[in-house]
């Protein structure tokens, strides 16, 4: 499973313009721009791409300075207050329509910078769950209320009416609401893209999923399973990471907020294009022994337009896999190609 080096929409910000330029994504927090492939014209780039996505001037001798992943996001920080805002630009240029990646469980665009790096044609763009800044409030308490909130988002900051919609893993279902509510508003939504989305959504309420939350950060760092039964602040004393128990508490409870949103999702039809891409591990055990009843997958629906597209790697590689990438954006560019 490959390491996900962003903390927050700064650093995919960051990740998507580096991996634009140099063609990969940065190893590791310290890796240096520059004996990662980066010249004088390179990092002049990147500077123009960071200024373009974020608004922020960052000078080429700064980047030469900083050189490292984690010094120029730090810098960033510092300039901008990217890391709160509810639209993330990941990629400003390409001749394609709009991609807008809607959040997952984690509720940002964390993991998915991929998606606007060198292989996207397109505009790409990511939304911000409410609550990540407690200085928004609360988390949406409902898949209907968080629609809602997002749709808000995209018509105050007055986004192109022609729309590719992403989501990955439970973020799908998200997208998939999303989509249908700004079609009724009005929007063309030139496709929908699940990528690897479930409908195996156990029932939940936002306690049981923020408790899931901590049980899987516990397991991650190889804690006792009894640490996650303390609370978030516990967990976060344990794990030692320095982060703001608030902004901790927020991460979390937005994870609950989430996972509680699907639960029982049963789709509507629609009629823009729904496309799905599937690993072979895309429905967890877990998950289908805890969901009540029959569940009938994508491809049951009878949807009037839809498609799988087999994915070769696993659920976690799949947002790094390049193939699976070009296919995505293959998808898109003939989508558009159809309609132009």
């Given at each position: 499973m490959p390491a996900v080096?962003?903390?927050?929409?700064?650093?995919?910000?960051?990740?998507?313009?580096?991996?634009?330029?140099?063609?990969?994504?940065p190893a590791d927090p310290d890796a240096d721009f520059f004996t990662s492939g980066g010249t004088s014209l390179k990092a002049a780039q990147l500077a123009g791409a960071v200024r373009g996505a974020s608004g922020v001037k960052i000078s080429l001798q700064r980047i030469y300075e900083l050189r490292t992943f984690r010094g120029i996001g730090s810098a960033l920080r510092e300039g901008t207050d990217t890391a709160h805002r509810r639209l993330v630009t990941l990629n400003t240029a390409g001749a394609g329509t709009p991609l807008l990646l809607v959040p997952s469980a984690s509720g940002s665009v964390v993991g998915l910078h991929r998606l606007g790096g060198s292989l996207a044609d397109r505009p790409v763009h990511g939304l911000q769950a409410r609550g990540l800044n407690v200085q928004d409030g609360l988390p949406s308490s409902d898949l209907a209320e968080q629609v809602a909130d997002?749709?808000?988002?995209?018509?105050?900051?007055?986004?192109?009416?022609?729309?590719?919609?992403?989501?990955?893993c439970v973020g799908g279902i998200v997208a998939y609401e999303l989509a249908r509510a700004l079609h009724a508003r009005g929007w063309e939504i030139g496709s929908l893209l699940l990528l690897n989305t479930s409908l195996y959504c156990p029932p939940l309420t936002v306690e049981q999923a923020m408790q899931e939350k901590l049980r899987q950060l516990v397991a991650e760092a190889g804690l006792p399973a009894e640490v996650a039964d303390r609370g978030a602040g516990e967990v976060l004393r344990e794990l030692g990471s320095g982060e703001d128990p608030a902004d901790f508490d927020a991460?979390?409870?937005?994870?609950?907020?989430?996972?509680?949103?699907?639960?029982?999702?049963?789709?509507?039809?629609?009629?823009?294009p729904v496309r799905l891409f599937s690993t072979e591990d895309?429905?967890?055990?877990?998950?289908?022994?805890?969901?009540?009843?029959?569940?009938?997958?994508?491809p049951d629906l009878g949807l009037p337009d839809f498609r799988q597209y087999a994915v070769p790697v696993d659920h976690f590689q799949m947002i790094e896999h390049v193939p699976t990438l070009e296919a995505v954006e293959a998808v898109m560019a003939e989508l558009d190609g159809a309609t132009s």
């Open positions: 080096i962003e903390r927050d929409a700064v650093d995919a910000l960051l990740a998507a313009q580096w991996s634009r330029i140099l063609g990969e994504r997002f749709a808000e988002v995209l018509e105050v900051l007055e986004l192109p009416c022609r729309l590719h919609l992403a989501g990955y991460r979390v409870r937005v994870f609950g907020s989430v996972g509680a949103a699907v639960s029982g999702f049963v789709p509507q039809p629609v009629a823009f895309r429905d967890d055990p877990a998950d289908i022994a805890a969901t009540p009843g029959p569940v009938v997958d994508w």
